[in-house]
């Protein structure tokens, strides 16, 4: 969504201006995170009866077939719980860090943060269900099957085109929240010819609009994920394995004798690429050599798929006059390593769902929002992205440093406190 700014004469001010909104508040995306602000906004917002609108092109139940499977944090569980929770979460009792081939490796144990568990591991569709049955019983009006255009700006809102069934309509709002969300996509290839006509032709044009700025990275990775079945598992235990190609996850999810774990295997695009076109049988024996045999032969894989991972953060959440607010992956794409995509996501819908309730929809709450939301931001895509970068080079020296990392956390209960800290519940303020 690329907001444009339209003309402040034909928008309605003062008293007057409330029968000319169809809504205070639109949510563009009923992903998980647009699910959750909706869902929290509509029990704060009574005091101030505020009236929200969720759109989305899409209806929950697709979501049933997506393969991803989420780390949920125990912070993210405390600011859930009171909405809704996925019948099939899986809780996470210890995590075991280490590195194929290399010194070094660090545990954290849900006993020494006296916590039920560090985390729980769902399925992305159950999540999605879980949420939409919560948001289905308010007082949120949902339009579902239908697609957001780019919004118009005016001085006091948003005009927003909207689709549905083939008809366009414009939908105004006073505040429009981003949570489109969005997977991160590899930059196309440009050929020269092309980058040369692209510029004479900007250069015959007037100048458009300012973009939003956005720190990007390609880590010229792709994760290929599905749910694996262990033969000799340990139930609750997650295992993240830094290898010469990537880190591996393998993250918890029940089944007969806790046996079934989320796989992601991060490797370059053409190894991805590649090993997609591999027998079940012939992917599991690269798995193993590349894993190892920690927790005996990986016996069956189904629901692979590929995503191609890099860094997308806008540097401000707000936008649009102070009218637009960015939440989830429309604020920022993260690199799977840390599991902190959602769970970043959900403290920003919650941070907003609060501004909102408290200050109304006003550019007042928006700017609160922000200010509330920077420290987090900051600390979480930072520590990712180095995360991301540190353990997905494969050089020598580099290793060795890492398993020094890894084995000092073990002799630094602070720091390894500090760091699983911020995993598990980030910021908030
Ligand atoms: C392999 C992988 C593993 C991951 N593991 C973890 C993990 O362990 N822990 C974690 O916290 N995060 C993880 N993530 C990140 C997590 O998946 C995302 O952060 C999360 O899904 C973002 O949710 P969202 O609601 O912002 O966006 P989305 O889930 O992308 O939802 C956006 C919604 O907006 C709708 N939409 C988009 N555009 C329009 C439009 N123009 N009009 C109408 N509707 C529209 C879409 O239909 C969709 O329903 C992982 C990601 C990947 C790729």
Not at 301 to 315: E, M, S, T, V, W
């Amino acid at each position: 969504m690329n907001a444009v700014s339209g003309s402040a004469n034909d928008t309605p001010t003062g008293a007057n201006a409330h029968a000319h909104f169809d809504h205070d508040v639109t949510i563009v995306g009923a992903g998980p995170v647009g699910l959750a602000l909706a869902g929290w906004l509509a029990r704060r917002s009574a005091t101030q009866g505020l009236s929200i609108a969720l759109i989305d092109a899409r209806e929950p139940e697709d979501s049933a077939g997506d393969p991803r499977a989420i780390a949920v944090s125990q912070g993210s569980r405390t600011l859930l719980e009171a909405l809704a929770w996925p019948h099939d979460a899986t809780p996470i009792e210890r995590i075991h860090v280490s590195q194929r081939g290399h010194f070094g490796r660090t545990l954290i144990d849900r006993h020494d943060y006296d916590l039920p568990a560090l985390g729980y591991v769902a399925r992305y569709g159950a999540i999605v269900q879980a949420l939409a049955q919560a948001v289905r019983g308010t007082q949120v009006h949902w339009l579902h099957h239908t697609q957001a255009h780019d919004p118009v700006v005016e001085n006091d809102g948003v005009t927003l085109p909207v689709v549905s069934a083939g008809v366009e309509r414009h939908l105004r709002t006073r505040i429009l929240v981003n949570a489109e969300g969005g997977l991160y996509r590899t930059p196309p290839q440009r050929d020269a010819q092309a980058e040369t006509e692209e510029a004479d032709e900007a250069n015959t044009k007037a100048a458009p609009p300012a973009a939003e700025t956005k720190r990007t990275r390609d880590y010229g990775q792709t994760a290929l994920v599905g749910v694996v079945t262990l033969a000799a598992p340990q139930p609750h235990v997650a295992w993240e394995r830094f290898t010469n190609e990537g880190p591996i996850a393998l993250l918890p999810m029940g089944g007969v004798r806790g046996a079934d774990y989320a796989l992601v295997w991060c490797c370059s695009p053409a190894q991805a690429e590649r090993r997609a076109q591999l027998s079940d049988a012939d992917f599991l024996a690269e798995l193993s050599v590349a894993f190892g045999a920690r927790m005996g032969r990986f016996t069956q894989i189904h629901g692979r798929a590929a995503f191609p991972l890099g860094l997308n953060a806008l540097d401000a959440l707000v936008s649009g006059h102070g009218r637009i607010a960015a939440v989830g992956n429309a604020a920022q794409t993260l690199h799977p390593v840390a599991g902190q995509g959602l769970n970043l996501g959900l403290r920003d819908a919650h941070a907003l769902a609060d501004s909102l309730a408290q200050h109304g929809a006003t550019p007042r709450a928006l700017a609160e929002f922000a200010g509330r939301r920077a420290f987090d931001r900051r600390m979480t895509i930072g520590a990712t992205d180095t995360l991301a970068r540190l353990f997905t080079v494969d050089f020598g020296p580099l290793a060795a440093l890492r398993g020094l990392a890894l084995t000092a956390l073990e002799f630094a209960p602070p720091v390894k406190t500090a760091l699983a800290r911020q995993m598990m519940f980030g910021q908030r303020s």
